[in-house]
């Protein structure tokens, strides 16, 4: 199993909510995040002092798979989460040893 | 003369007062969206303590300090109407063995009420310019110790006419003869000198200048502008003490200058950084009404919007000027008050009509540099004073009982130290339960702030 994480912004969230589902995944977490890769903050300004906010808005997505699924899922936040323009963000994936469903302690793959 | 009582001039004097005193929770409001989330509670008490605080001494001597007897033009006398007594009944305004010519007929102590609403939110202002760091029990000690030595004289100085209470009244309102309608001089120059003397008594917050404190909600910024626009109109046009033209003039001049002033400093803003900012409209808003209140009596409607242009311009300008000095006036009492008080003030030197209520004639309309001269005496006797007096009232507490927050709390946040409280719970997932055991401590003390020493 892989837990694919990506940072993305937040306003194309619902579209790769859309497209996940309709690829078959069952579940994800959703988080809001803050940072900056190579996009950096912006500034803002108060009564003409201006202030360099470095932590922007983002969302984090977490979704656990299988392995077969992993390559496709990234591709298919690849595509709805893409802007072309900076700070689309980061996708990653991470090998999981185990995963159980809490209401009925399934284990592994059937947990998902 | 007889005076009798007008129940419709009674009627708008005493809304008036319900407006002004809405001014004060309007100011916490616009003042507590203003700074960083952990510090938003403590902000908003200090105008709420000042209310508490200003309002009993009121009672007690504060009205007699401000509107007893005269002692040299300086200062009532605090005995005459000591618990406001002689005042009960029906007891009209003017003085009891009247000569003079016109006072309204208001009862006593209705106009009472109105003046102790002034004296309310002139202290809280001065908060604005110590935001995060003071101590809330200093605070209220000197809320308490500012009113009595420098509120209550200036007041008297301005606000005291010949008759009005006492036979005899303040300096500056009988003998100078300068005009201040509502409290440029009293109000907005006094705060503004008081917070300048504060800010640097206490000195910078921690990381000034170099982190980003960011207002944390600027929606209650706007809140808190509507409504201390509301409520001005009871500051400015309740000061006719009456309800007539003259209250229709200083109405229609608190619209006209205080939405001329708030374009003004949008403009001002997208010249110089390129954007108009929600706080810039809530900010013009607020120094086009601190300059109309002395001078809405004395300019007309065009006169007002000229004014609050000019108001708008120059204190969106020098709200910078904290960063060349150092000094860390945190929400702009000496950009705002001070100096949209001395536009005001000394703008009537210039733009006073003699077709408008006051009768004055400014520079521009041929009356000279007569009233331009009284104007500025007036505004800058009350800036020296209050200056001076409040750095050593200031200075005292500091080093007596202490004024400054620690450091390791002040970064921790003045909410948990000081109030135990925290201003939003958002996430609903801090932990929390009813009720304490031995294992942790309702607030973190001053000496072992939580998380200080991450």
Known sequence: MKLVTAIIKPHQLDQVKEALEAYGISGMTVSEASGYGRQRGHSEVYRGAEYTVDFVPKVRVEVLVDDIDAGSVVDVILKTAQTGRIGDGKIWTVPVEDVVRVRTGEHGVEAL | MEIALDSGDTAWVLISAALVLLMTPGLALFYGGMVRSKSVLNMMMMSF????????????????????SSKGGLVGDPTEYFGLSGLFGDRLLGYLDDTVETVPG?????????QAVFAIITVALISGAIADRAKFSTWLVFAGIWATVVYFPVAHWVFSFDGYVSEAGGWIANTLGAIDFAGGTAVHINAGAAGLALALVLGKRVGFGREAMRPHNLPLVMLGAGLLWFGWFGFNAGSALAANGLAGLTFVNTLGATAAASLAWLIVEKVRDGHGTSLGAASGVVAGLVAITPSCSAVTPLGALALGAVA????????????????????????????GGLVGTIGIGFLADPGAAAGAEGLLFGGGVDLLVKQTVGALAVLAFSFVATSVIGLALEKTIGFRLEKEAEMAGIDLQEHAESGYDISGVSGGRFGSSGAVTTAPSAKTPEGASA
């Not at chain 2, 009672?59 to 509107?67: A, P, R």
């Not at chain 2, 208001?106 to 009420?113: D, K, R």
């Not at chain 2, 300008?317 to 150092?326: Q, S």
């Open chain 2, 49 to 68: 303590g000042a209310l508490g605080v200003v309002s009993i001494l009121w009672v007690l001597y504060g009205f007699s300090m401000t509107f007893g």
């Open chain 2, 106 to 114: 208001i009862p006593a102590l209705v106009f009472v009420a109105f």
């Open chain 2, 312 to 339: 708008g311009a120059l204190c969106a300008l020098a709200v910078g000027l904290k960063f060349r000095f150092g000094y860390d006036d945190s929400l702009d009492v000496v950009g705002v008050h001070l100096v």
